[in-house]
T-cell receptor, first 115, second 110 residues
Framework: AQSVTQLDSHVSVSEGTPVLLRCNYS??????LFWYVQHPNKGLQLLLK??????LVKGINGFEAEFKKSETSFHLTKPSAHMSDAAEYFC?????????????FGTGTLLAVQP | NAGVTQTPKFRILKIGQSMTLQCTQD?????MYWYRQDPGMGLKLIYY???????DKGEVPNGYNVSRSTTEDFPLRLELAAPSQTSVYFC?????????FGSGTQLSVL
């Protein structure tokens, strides 16, 4: 069965330091993977998506993620955190060949950025 | 474009009351969705629609109903509110694989 696991419920970094948010997936075939961000009292916004075109995916706001099939991982990174990056981040896997009615959301990672 | 608009933003219901959460989108998207988000959990799909007149159950449909009479609107109905329905509700529409979310409705059932 397809699933997604976000390994950290909370991550705290200092402004200007790198960000790493970890996500592992389980899928019986090549998955579509996404990262969404949710700022306080807002809806989710797509950061980036992987759909097998390239293993390193660049998203908005300087974020990127690397698909590693051998490790079944899709970790989200950013070289230098900004205060505005403080939000909750969700890793999402599509289990229906990209069908948006078959998305499985991770439980989220809350990113805190300290000044 | 306003995108996806949800109303109300907050609501408190008593057990057994009913209400409708409104959702409208101005992007002419065929696909629309209702999710609920509980603390420490990912989003769970309640219902979705692939176009006007067509709806289908998601992962957690019990206690809810939907209708899709137009492309723009996708209201979610709670008939007999229960404490288990206390949650934050998000409406979304999609273009391809990209979801566009509303800002959410925080519902408490007491």
């Amino acid at each position: 069965a397809q699933s997604v696991t976000q390994l950290d419920s909370h991550v705290s970094v200092s402004e200007g330091t790198p960000v790493l948010l970890r996500c592992n997936y389980s899928s019986s075939y090549s998955p579509s993977l996404f990262w969404y961000v949710q700022h306080p009292n807002k809806g989710l916004q797509l950061l980036l998506k992987y759909t097998s075109a390239a293993t390193l995916v660049k998203g908005i706001n300087g974020f990127e993620a690397e698909f590693k099939k051998s490790e079944t991982s899709f970790h989200l990174t950013k070289p230098s955190a900004h205060m505005s990056d403080a939000a909750e981040y969700f890793c999402v896997v599509s289990v229906g060949g990209g069908a948006t009615n078959k998305l499985i959301f991770g439980t989220g990672t809350l990113l805190a950025v300290q000044p | 474009n306003a995108g996806v608009t949800q109303t109300p933003k907050f609501r408190i219901l008593k057990i057994g009351q009913s209400m409708t959460l409104q959702c409208t989108q101005d992007m002419n998207h065929n696909y629309m969705y209702w999710y609920r988000q509980d603390p420490g959990m990912g989003l769970k799909l309640i219902y979705y629609s692939v176009g006007a007149g067509i709806t289908d159950k998601g992962e957690v449909p019990n206690g809810y109903n939907v209708s899709r009479s137009t492309t723009e609107d996708f209201p979610l109905r709670l008939e007999l509110a229960a404490p288990s329905q206390t949650s934050v509700y998000f409406c979304a529409s999609s273009e391809g694989e990209k979801l566009f979310f509303g800002s959410g409705t925080q519902l408490s059932v007491l």
